[in-house]
């Protein structure tokens, strides 16, 4: 407002050189306005890019160690004075194949009662002849569940009885948090997860080179592990994911397209058009909790879906993305230009005929991204699938739709709220970072495949 | 195998109709007078849809009813006191399950046993051989019938588009579905909660504490909505506050300022900030964010929480900027051209130009991006139940921890089934008033929206 003031002529009091002058201070802070306004809005970009850069870079620098994780390369024998067991049962004729089943699981109940923590013991006494070792101290060393890696070698392979075979036992979670220096080192006993013995035994065996850093491949063949979280691994939420995004693919992006082709090509402007188009985009931003507590209601309490079952989150999932799917798939027919409806129209194709052999393969590349846009969100979408039941601990690996599950999002918000915090913050990070690359993966197979069909055509 | 038996009949109708439809299309289009109507694929398509729809729909029929009926025709074997109790019930029917499977089971069994096992096996076969045979029959029906219709006058063309045409609307009415489900299914449940609750007590209530047991007057004053209401908007409110300046600015920056280069790189980055999840966002916010902020606190002498409202506040704003970034940005774009030549023409800066001509005109598309952005932030859950603290107390300083309305949802219903407390039931009430809220200002902002795009377009 100043500004428009200082150009207007003051009258012929005002000698010639104070107007000047004036008129140049108004400018310079004109000027500075200017690169103030301009600083503002670099420093936004900054702040942003900025933000982004510390979000990645601090969720490498957490979660990239854990990808690695030490294991214990140790000689083990099944010596027979330890695993005394009969020899493994087969099927006789006329048995009926329950009778078989109870034997072999009578055999392999025999088989678990072995002290399999007797033969990691004299293993990790053989890597270390000279300390004096203690069962608590090997069991605090070696993952709990590691006893159950030599059960199954043995039951798939019963004639290891008396051999020695090189076997790599991973070390337990709190090992591993010693081991990264992830627990302060100096502390005294009575605030370390591990008894003096138990850490003196880690660096020995470290320092010896039975102890390694493996990559861990746990992570991506286990489901979830509460007894031993060195073994907690990511498969589970994993399946669980697929199934839901196959689901989301294969109801929301059908239902979506065709709906949008109705609204877009079809229907007529009427007051329910207007009205359903209202609602998708009101639809769009409704916060996705409350599709939770819609399936809370409809899919679990009304039609009782199993609750935790990938079915179940699956159909949230799919009335979440619908809207996103129908608008940009109605954006990308609003771009199809109207000369190759005329023409077709002109040519004496039917509506139908027009829409489905002309207008719609111009926008499979906008379809496309329209999936690939409304699978990242379900994908990554975790509060909706709390409300139905799917922050259940699942310990197995689901095969069907119906199992109860977990999906990845929902498996870092589980392991963020764990007790072991020293050694699932980094194991958290390692699984946003899986999380964000099959985003990624997504996003670039989305590209590669609109990029064929734009040179297609 | 009995779904692979499905699939394979389905498809055999599916293309045994089309083979025939369009040869018998063919063959009158050879033989007749005058020229056809439809081409024979039409035709083709017409008989394979008379031929698939009647079958699919005995198929879901028998797929929705045959639990029940088998259920049903179980019990009618086993005795009454069996059938009275619930544990032996489901026992019993485990063991019929395995002796109908061939499988066998373990010790004694029942004559009943036997026979229900027999009889399931039978019925089973039975009753999935004459669905499969009865839909056959139909399928082939509905072919000899439409085939019979095939003549050079039949519109089948026009017929297949009707039918096309109904699918898309039934597809296009599933999102209103899905609203009147959300609407109905809350709207229900809170009044079953409001027969617990007054409704006055619950919307002006100023204590949250739902408590675990029904016991008592589980009314007055325990389920107050203000503190939760208030930390919803308190965080909003942090979050706008870093949302609307920096990606404002940054939207205005990039349009208006930086070079091609700069915004090829930053453009891309800020966006990537849309598709995190915001799972990760909670994380990065309870492990790094806060306690950098407590830390900041620290050195100037206020104590801030860790997981406070300021926390979860500002990471929800990092995470709004990419959104309100891309709104701004499309809506400052469509300001026309000719307004900015304007100002910049009679000697404004761009500066001056962006703030007194482009913004003011934008003015009502920006007020509508700002307050999408405010929805958003309203209906966000994953970031406050991980970094908000939970304190669902009315309190004034966002330095200590907040609850919201979305985080009471998550902790009043997570993996609860039973629906008939009012500590579950509140969800719904919550869940009803978060949607009204957004509700009011989706609709608001998407009239205010629209207005603005017509009035440039």
């Known amino acids: ?457 | 195998m009995n779904s692979i038996v499905i699939i394979l009949l389905l498809l055999a109708l599916l293309s045994v109709g089309y083979q025939v439809g369009l040869s018998r299309g063919r063959t009158v289009a050879a033989t007749a007078q005058r020229t056809m109507h439809s081409r024979p694929n039409y035709h083709g398509l017409m008989v394979a849809l008379w031929c698939l729809v009647p079958a699919a729909v005995v198929l879901l029929l028998w797929a929705v009813f045959s639990n029940g009926l088998t259920t049903n025709y179980i019990l009618s074997f086993i005795p009454s006191d069996v059938a009275g109790d619930p544990n032996l019930l489901r026992e019993a029917m485990r063991r019929i399950e395995q002796i109908a499977a061939g499988f066998g089971v373990i010790g004694e069994t029942q004559d009943w046993e036997v026979a229900a096992g027999e009889g399931l096996r039978q019925f089973r076969s039975v009753s999935f051989w004459s669905v499969v045979v009865l839909a056959a029959v139909l399928g082939i029906a509905g072919l000899l019938l439409m085939s019979r219709r095939i003549a050079p006058r039949l519109r089948a063309r026009n017929e297949f588009e009707v039918a096309i045409r109904v699918l898309l609307i039934f597809c296009s009415l599933i999102a209103i579905m899905t609203t009147v489900g959300i609407v109905a299914s809350l709207f229900s449940e809170a009044m079953r909660f409001f027969a617990f609750v007054s409704p006055i007590d619950f919307f002006f209530g100023t204590v949250w504490n739902p408590g675990f047991t029904t016991s008592g007057g589980a009314g007055t004053g325990e389920y107050g909505l203000l503190p939760l209401l208030w930390g919803t908007i308190m965080i909003s409110a942090i979050a706008m506050l870093v949302a609307i300046p920096v990606g404002l600015m940054s939207a205005i920056y990039l349009a208006e300022y930086a070079s091609p280069r700069v915004r090829t790189v930053a453009k891309p980055m800020i966006e990537i900030l849309a598709g995190i999840p915001s799972v990760i966002y909670g994380v990065f916010a309870l492990v790094t964010l806060g306690p950098l902020l407590s830390d900041i606190g620290a050195l100037v002498g206020i104590q801030i929480r860790a997981t406070s409202a300021l926390t979860a506040g500002i990471a929800m704003g990092l995470m709004i900027v990419p959104f309100v970034s891309s709104l701004s940005d499309d809506i400052i774009t469509q300001v026309p051209r000719a307004m900015r030549d304007g100002s910049l023409g009679i000697g404004a800066t761009k500066s001056e130009t962006i703030r007194k001509v482009v913004l003011p005109a934008a003015l009502p598309g920006i007020v509508g991006a700002f307050m999408l952005a405010i929805s958003k932030a309203f209906g966000e859950t994953m970031i406050v139940v991980l970094a908000a603290g939970n304190a669902p107390i009315l309190r004034f300083n966002p330095f200590d921890a907040a609850s919201t309305v979305t985080v009471s949802i998550v902790n009043q219903l997570t993996g609860d089934t039973n629906f008939a407390s009012p500590q579950s039931l509140v969800a719904f009430a919550l869940g009803l008033t978060l949607f009204g809220m957004t509700l009011i200002l989706n609709v608001i902002a998407l009239y205010v929206v629209r207005k603005y795009r017509e009035q440039y377009e």
């Open chain 1, 1 to 457: 407002m100043a500004t428009t003031d200082t150009l207007r002529p003051m009258g012929h009091s005002e000698p010639k050189d104070e107007r000047l002058a004036r008129i140049q201070k108004s400018l310079r802070r004109r000027r500075s306005a200017e690169t103030r306004f301009r600083i503002y809005g670099m420093s936004a970009v900054a702040i942003a890019c900025g933000f982004v850069l510390f979000l990645f870079g601090s969720i490498m620098h957490d979660g990239l160690p854990a990808f690695w994780q030490p294991a214990l390369q140790v000689k083990v024998t099944f010596s027979p004075d330890v695993v005394k067991v009969a020899p493994k049962p087969e099927q006789a004729p006329g048995q009926s194949p329950a009778e078989f089943q109870r034997a072999s699981l009578d055999w392999q109940r025999e088989v678990t009662m072995v002290n399999w923590n007797r033969v990691i013991q004299d293993a990790v006494q053989a890597a270390a002849p000279d300390v004096k070792l203690t069962p608590r101290d090997v069991q605090a060393v070696v993952s709990p569940n590691q006893r159950f890696k030599l059960r199954d070698m043995f039951v798939e392979n019963p004639g290891l009885l008396g051999q020695t075979v090189d076997v790599s036992l991973l070390a337990s979670a709190n090992a591993d948090v010693w081991l990264k220096g992830n627990i302060d080192h100096s502390l005294g006993d009575d605030r370390q997860q591990l008894s003096g013995a138990a850490r003196q035994l880690i660096d020995r065996l470290y320092e010896n080179g039975t102890i390694k850093m493996v990559f861990s491949t746990v992570l991506f063949t286990n489901a979830d592990s509460r007894g031993a979280s060195a073994e907690a691994g990511l498969l589970g939420a994993f399946i669980g994911s697929l199934y839901m995004m196959i689901i989301v693919i294969v109801l929301a992006v059908p239902i979506g397209v065709a709906s949008a082709i109705y609204l877009e090509e079809y229907a007529p402007k009427n007051k329910l058009t207007d009205l359903i188009e209202v609602n998708i985009n009101n639809l769009a931003a409704v916060p996705s909790i409350v599709f939770g507590l819609l399936g809370a209601a409809v899919f679990i309490n009304y039609f009782r879906l199993p609750l935790s079952a990938p079915l179940a989150g699956g159909l949230v999932l799919t009335l979440m993305t619908l809207p996103t799917i129908i608008i940009a798939t109605r954006n990308s027919l609003k771009a199809v230009s109207p000369s190759i409806r005329q023409a077709a129209l002109g040519l004496g194709a039917s509506k139908t005929q027009m829409v489905f052999h002309h207008v719609l393969p111009i926008t499979y590349p906008g379809i496309m991204t329209a999936t690939i846009i409304g699978v990242a969100q379900a994908l990554g979408e975790t509060a909706p699938l709390l409300l139905i039941g799917m922050n259940a601990f699942v310990a197995t690996v689901p095969t069907t739709p119906l199992d109860q599950a977990t999906a990845l999002p929902v498996q870092i918000f589980l392991w963020e709220g764990n007790e072991n915090r020293n050694f699932f913050e980094p194991r958290t990070a390692a699984a946003i970072i899986i999380l964000l690359v099959v985003m990624l993966l997504l996003n670039a197979v989305a590209i590669y495949l609109r990029s064929r069909f734009e040179r297609r055509q």
